[in-house]
């Protein structure tokens, strides 16, 4: 039986909600699966923490992490918070120490969602974007001089480290050399960031020549957002820096029909540490405790998890039970024009899961 140790972080809103969801569904592929046994540690921090005891984790967090296998993670945020004292308190700070130096975020629309697109279904919307996780326009240099003062000056510097972006590239190539198309798009702005963007290109020039069975084409990131609007069936494997990738993965979730579809890995590739995933919704707090929040982001989150560990089958039988749901149309939250519960889907889901492991 293989055993992985899973440390948990529901977060804050409806983080809680959803990932209580998919730890039932996890569990459930236990049952199922027979030969995978999940142990789950959960960890209280987040914005409540923040406001007990003035940090997001307790100084020791990181350490306490490394033991794991895996990390799942809802979300973070609430209104008295600050976004920047949130994020820099508890996630990036995961990102980094663990050096996840891979965001993976598959843009797919599932069957049976009717996505924002007129005549854009599955077979059109279905990528995977690749976002510089570590360093770039997040790497946290910068900082501020004459607070308050006319000639105050705020300073936000990018870094960008030939090391970095290779290997994030690399990444994109390895990972379109095993899907059908063998097409990378690398986003990038070196018309007007003569510096950076232009060493980006430099380094993807460079290393395209140890990959000729792939077809490699560049964007400045406008026009590939007005590609995925207009073209999403020619896109396939996309890599881009840190705040390019997360703009666009936005708009790729926008594109799969709702905010609460997509998951998000963050990957330490070689398994050095242990790799983190995610729903890319955030805390809503608006909604939390409402049970209106839709699970299948933080499922299909687990699915991530699964196949990055190694057990691809029971990855790939969450997803077949996702879109078994999804393409049934019955059992769906209000977000997706539906009136089930957050404890609803994931139940149906379950259920799927049930009938397709027999």
Known sequence: MNKYRIAVIPGDGIGVD???????????????????????????????????????????????????????????????????????GLLLPLRQHFDQYINLRPVKLLEGIPGPLRDKGPAEINMVCIRENTEGEYAGVGGRVHRGMDSEVA???????????????????????????????????????????????????DLKKEYPEVTCRQYHVDAL?????????????????????????????????????????????EHRYPSLFEPVHGSAPDIAGKGIANPIAAIWAASMMLEHLGEADSADLIMRAINAVTAAGRVLTPDLGGRATTIEVGEAIRQQLRVLGN
């Open 18 to 88: 959803t990932i209580n969801e998919a730890l039932a569904t996890l569990a459930t592929v236990c049952e199922v699966h027979g030969g995978l046994s999940l142990e789950f540690e959960q960890f209280p921090w987040g914005c409540t923490y923040y406001l007990q005891h003035g940090r997001m984790m307790p100084e020791d967090g990181l350490s306490t992490l490394a033991g794991f296998d895996s990390i799942l993670f809802g979300a973070v945020g609430y209104p008295s918070v600050p976004d920047h004292v949130s994020l820099w």
């Open 155 to 205: 300073v936000q510097t990018a870094v960008f480290t030939r090391s970095g972006v290779e290997r994030v590239l690399r990444y994109g190539f390895e990972l379109a050399m095993r899907r059908p198309r063998r097409e990378l798009v690398s986003v990038t702005k070196s018309n007007a960031l003569q510096y950076s963007m232009v060493f980006w290109d430099e380094v993807l020039a």
């Open 225 to 269: 957002a007005a590609r995925m609007i207009t073209a999403p069936e020619s896109l396939d494997v996309v890599a881009g820096s840190n705040l390019f990738g997360d703009i666009l993965t936005d708009l790729g979730g926008a594109l799969q029909g709702s905010l609460g579809i997509p998951p998000s890995g963050n990957i330490n590739p």
